[in-house]
């Protein structure tokens, strides 16, 4: 039940960052240790968002759901579609 919750909110999410960020956008799924998975989302203007689930199989229910969402992997395409700018860089850097 918790994890239909997180899969709902992440739904909402993800769907709010497509329709702030342009369609179609991209969906990167990574694992994050045993306990969790993280959806790396790069709009169509090139701003990056994420999402972090408590699986992969939550992970590609959230893709399945959001209209405009397409999953990728990091390949040169969707590296090039990323535009990081300087206050992303700062606060990468821990500024």
């Known amino acids: ?15 709010e960052f497509v329709a702030a960020h342009g369609k179609p956008a991209r969906a990167v799924v990574e694992n994050v240790g045993r306990t969790s998975a993280r959806i790396v989302l790069v709009g169509d203007d090139g701003a990056m968002g994420d ?12 893709i399945e759901a959001v209209p405009d969402l397409d999953r990728h992997e990091w390949d040169r395409e969707t590296t090039d579609a990323v535009k990081i700018g300087p206050a992303h860089r700062r606060r990468m850097a821990g500024r």
């Open 1 to 15: 039940m918790a994890e239909d919750k997180k899969v709902g909110r992440a739904v909402k999410t993800a769907s």
């Open 51 to 62: 999402v972090v689930l408590p699986d992969v199989a939550s992970a590609e229910a959230v």
